[in-house]
């Protein structure tokens, strides 16, 4: 997959409770007070599931292709005990979710507050006349990598148009980078059309349009204008 360039990207995240057979060793929760004693509690263990596909949008418009998938799994080292009756269960899930989720935040960063909603709302919901109880709480994040072949054609397209001339590999390379409170983050890069967003580098042409790093060095690969005012920046 590291050839795979990506244009989009969706995340969807799902939480499922898996009951555990009883006959497992269970962990008991001190009783701090003779409240707590009788509150119904759950031993949980947690697993997360990341899967990414990456997909390719045909430019006729056809039906997307899956060209790949990677799957990572990562489980808690030991179960966690929960009081379901608490009134802060959704913070106390919160404040476990994100310790556990330290090593893949960026992953699951826009979806932490969906999975902890999902995940309180289904613990909640399975609440019993019994003791206790064992439970694995499976939380799978699948993440959508769109290419669009669309706009690779258009590119291939420009490159072979007659006259096409590419801009000289000195130009490209002193093009100036623009730091993160430079740049307007609700503006699109008008070569792969997404958002400029704040983590990808971005570069902006003597004419002052900025874009994606990687999308305008390949554009004036190509092209030695830019894709919105026509700009001609040097060529050998």
Same mark, same amino acid.
């Given at each position: 997959?590291?050839?795979?360039?990506?244009?989009?990207?969706?995340?969807?995240?799902?939480?499922?409770?898996?009951?555990?057979?009883?006959?497992?060793?269970?962990?008991?929760?001190?009783?701090?007070?003779?409240?707590?004693?009788?509150?119904?509690?759950?031993?949980?263990?947690?697993?997360?599931?990341?899967?990414?596909?990456?997909?390719?949008?045909?430019?006729?418009?056809?039906?997307?292709?899956?060209? !790949? $998938?990677? &799957?990572?799994?990562?489980?808690?080292? *030991?179960?966690? /005990?929960?009081?379901?009756?608490?009134? =802060?269960?959704?913070?106390?899930?919160?404040?476990?979710?994100?310790?556990?989720?330290?090593?893949?935040?960026?992953?699951?960063?826009?979806?932490?507050?969906?999975?902890?909603?999902?995940?309180?709302?289904?613990?909640?919901?399975?609440?019993?006349?019994?003791?206790?109880?064992?439970?694995?709480?499976?939380?799978?994040?699948?993440?959508?990598?769109?290419?669009? !072949? $669309?706009? &690779?054609?258009?590119?291939?397209?420009? *490159?072979?148009? /007659?006259?096409?001339?590419?801009?000289? =590999?000195?130009?490209?390379?002193?093009?100036?980078?623009?730091?993160?409170?430079?740049?307007?983050?609700?503006?699109?890069?008008?070569?792969?059309?997404?958002?400029?967003?704040?983590?990808?580098?971005?570069?902006?042409?003597?004419?002052?349009?900025?874009?994606?790093?990687?999308?305008?060095?390949?554009?004036?690969?190509?092209?030695?204008?830019?894709?919105?005012?026509?700009?001609?920046?040097?060529?050998?």
């Amino acid at each position: 997959m590291l050839t795979f360039v990506c244009h989009s990207c969706v995340k969807t995240s799902l939480v499922k409770i898996k009951p555990i057979p009883k006959q497992k060793k269970l962990i008991i929760p001190p009783i701090t007070s003779s409240y707590t004693s009788f509150l119904p509690y759950l031993n949980i263990e947690f697993r997360f599931i990341i899967m990414k596909r990456y997909w390719y949008i045909r430019p006729n418009d056809q039906a997307s292709e899956r060209v !790949g $998938r990677t &799957l990572e799994c990562k489980a808690s080292l *030991s179960p966690i /005990v929960i009081h379901l009756s608490d009134i =802060k269960l959704y913070d106390r899930l919160d404040s476990i979710i994100s310790k556990l989720l330290r090593d893949s935040k960026n992953e699951f960063e826009d979806q932490h507050h969906n999975i902890v909603e999902q995940t309180s709302r289904k613990l909640e919901s399975i609440m019993s006349t019994n003791e206790m109880s064992k439970v694995r709480v499976v939380i799978a994040l699948t993440i959508d990598q769109y290419c669009d !072949g $669309r706009i &690779l054609l258009a590119l291939q397209e420009s *490159s072979s148009v /007659v006259g096409m001339v590419a801009a000289s =590999k000195s130009s490209i390379e002193l093009l100036e980078t623009i730091e993160n409170d430079e740049r307007s983050n609700n503006d699109d890069c008008m070569v792969c059309l997404d958002e400029i967003g704040d983590e990808t580098q971005v570069l902006r042409l003597p004419c002052s349009h900025m874009f994606h790093a990687h999308c305008i060095t390949k554009w004036l690969q190509n092209s030695h204008y830019c894709p919105l005012c026509r700009f001609e920046m040097p060529i050998d």
